[in-house]
Structures are given as structure tokens and as C-alpha cells.
């Protein structure tokens, strides 16, 4: 949030929907990416293998969600080119 400060208020939800739904975030987040419909693929990036293991398990474990009440179209918080660096 310190790099994303217009962001605070959309993290407060997401991170009450992972609570609220027992969920870890990355699961979470690979739940709703499985609920869109058009999506057929998701490319992630890894740093280690270790990564690449969580991700897919997380993957496995992720059944397809919507959740709309996420989003959001401020630009200030999905243009990386508007965060802090």
C-alpha cells in the first residue's frame, strides 16, 4: 500500500474477502482469474521453483469465483506506471 496509496482502500476489501472466504490470497486471486470466462490461460511470473510449486498447487486448489465488487478502473491502481518506485 505504501507504493500504491490510491490502492489502500481496494486492499482493505480484497484482504477482507480472503478472510472472509478462508482463503490464502494467491488462491484467491487464481479463484477469480479461473471465474472469468474468457480467460483460458494465466501467465504468472516465478522467481525460484519453489514459487512455481505454490502457484501450482494453489492453482489446483482454486475453484473459479467472480467477484466484482473488486474492481475497479482507477488508473491509479492498475497502471504500474502511475505507483511510487
Known sequence: AQRVPTASEALKRWR?????HGLPPLVAALS?????????????GVDT???L????????????TQ????????LGI?????WRT
Open 16 to 20: 477482507r474477502r480472503c478472510t472472509d
Open 32 to 44: 477469480i482469474v479461473k471465474g472469468f470466462a474468457a480467460v483460458d490461460f494465466c501467465v504468472v
Open 49 to 51: 521453483a519453489r514459487q
Open 53 to 64: 510449486e505454490e502457484i501450482i498447487a494453489a492453482w489446483d486448489e482454486a475453484e473459479p
Open 67 to 74: 467477484a466484482p465488487e473488486l474492481a475497479t478502473n482507477d
Open 78 to 82: 492498475i497502471d504500474p506506471r502511475e
